[in-house]
């Protein structure tokens, strides 16, 4: 199958200008100013890309694809994603977590899910383990899944700073690194540890002392849930500034903010503005994580499920709201993600990349269509393809 996306303005997310854009089977085959299609040639795929920018598909690296919470009983987990939630939001590479409950919810089934929704046409991934350490794997150790399980590419979310986290001490927590940095090189993946930083005063202690006193190099580490709090956030610049690579959650329910919650957009425009290097920033949704909601007085006001959605939500309002120029804003779902877990082939626009990518209109920057390894998966903003049972 051959697609060629006409006059479309191309965000690889480097801004390329107006171009022809051609996709064979699953790659993209090249980036043209012209493309001169034959007639009575076999059936070419013609796409009107006017009005259009394109972007590559987003990838959310921290999702609970198998549902998450039930941190206030068992009535309180939440469900399994659904392919078109994804596919929806414009989110062509998924890496699923599990969270706080490793014991109800397992490996088995987070592989499982990873390989359904990779069937379904998407790529998806996952971390090994859940909140604690030591880790419960998959076979007997991080090492030996990173290795031998081709969807394990990290390990995490490992939760510090937090009245749920297992309370690792310092050396418990760099033994965890360690050894997913050995087995991300063997297995030559990222074997990033995503960490669940917590409302706790620790904050990213062990994380500024693992890169002063080891060798292990900071892009190794992605604490997410940075933009959680002020206090938080300020520590996070400073992270950046001896290297640091830090990821902000997107989903937050605007009515009932966390107290000292900064929006991920918000948080991006600090660092723009300080001429930070925004390689070392990416953006996560926390997608089907439980979302606890909360008064201004600190009353609990019951729980809500976070989305998806606002993983592009917030680059959006970071575009619109804070100024942030498109080929900026994009990269923290895209090129920067990719890079960071050594994704190879995504998130660019580029010759020879999985052809993952979401067309927006250019005026509201609504998406309209989007597509997974070359194949139509969202049309005018209605899912075509689904997954089995939805
Ligand atoms: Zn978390």
Redesign the pocket.
């Known amino acids: 199958m051959i697609t060629v996306l006409k006059n479309v303005e191309v965000y690889s997310p480097k801004y390329l200008g107006k171009k022809q854009v051609v996709v064979v089977g699953n790659k993209f085959e090249g980036i043209y100013d012209e493309v001169n299609i034959p007639k009575d040639f076999i059936n070419i795929n013609e796409v009107d890309g006017s009005g259009k920018l394109i972007f590559p598909g987003f990838i959310d690296n921290h999702v609970h694809i198998i549902g998450a919470g039930g941190e206030d009983g068992f009535s309180t987990r939440t469900g399994e994603i659904q392919l078109t939630e994804l596919t929806t939001a414009g989110i062509t590479t998924v890496i699923g977590c599990l969270?706080t409950d490793g014991v109800c919810r397992d490996m088995r089934s987070l592989v499982a899910k990873a390989r359904a929704l990779e069937e379904d046409g998407i790529s998806a991934y996952c971390y090994t383990g859940s909140y604690e350490i030591p880790v419960r794997t998959l076979t007997n150790s991080i090492k030996e899944d990173l290795i031998t399980i081709d969807k394990i590419i990290g390990v995490g979310?490992i939760a510090v700073a937090d009245h749920r986290s297992s309370q690792p001490t310092f050396e418990e927590f760099a033994k965890t690194v360690a050894e997913a940095r050995v087995g991300g090189l063997i297995s030559n993946k990222g074997g990033i540890v995503d960490i669940?930083m917590g409302t706790g005063k620790e904050r990213l202690e062990k994380l500024f002392l693992l890169l002063k006193n080891t060798e292990i190099p900071s892009t190794q580490l992605l604490p997410?849930?940075i933009n959680r709090s002020t206090e938080l956030f300020q520590e996070g610049i400073e992270y950046i500034k001896v290297g640091g690579y830090i990821d902000l959650t997107t989903s937050s329910d605007p009515e009932f903010p966390e107290p000292g919650e900064l929006k991920a957009s918000e948080g991006l425009k600090k660092i723009y503005d300080l001429k930070l290097p925004i390689e070392q920033v990416t953006f996560s949704s926390?997608g089907q994580?439980s979302m606890p909601k909360y008064n201004d007085k600190n009353e609990f006001m019951g729980l809500g499920i976070c989305s998806v959605k606002s993983l592009y939500d917030e680059v959006k309002k970071a575009i619109i709201e804070e100024k942030i120029p498109i080929e900026c804003a994009l990269r923290v779902i895209t090129s920067n993600v990719a890079s960071l877990f050594k994704l190879k082939d995504k998130g660019e626009i580029k010759k020879g990349y999985e052809a993952d990518f979401v067309l927006v209109n250019k005026d509201s920057l609504e998406i309209t269509d989007v597509y997974g390894k070359g194949k139509l998966l969202v049309s005018n903003g209605n899912a075509v393809v689904k997954g089995v049972f939805e």
């Open positions: 969270g979310e669940h997410t849930h926390d994580g």
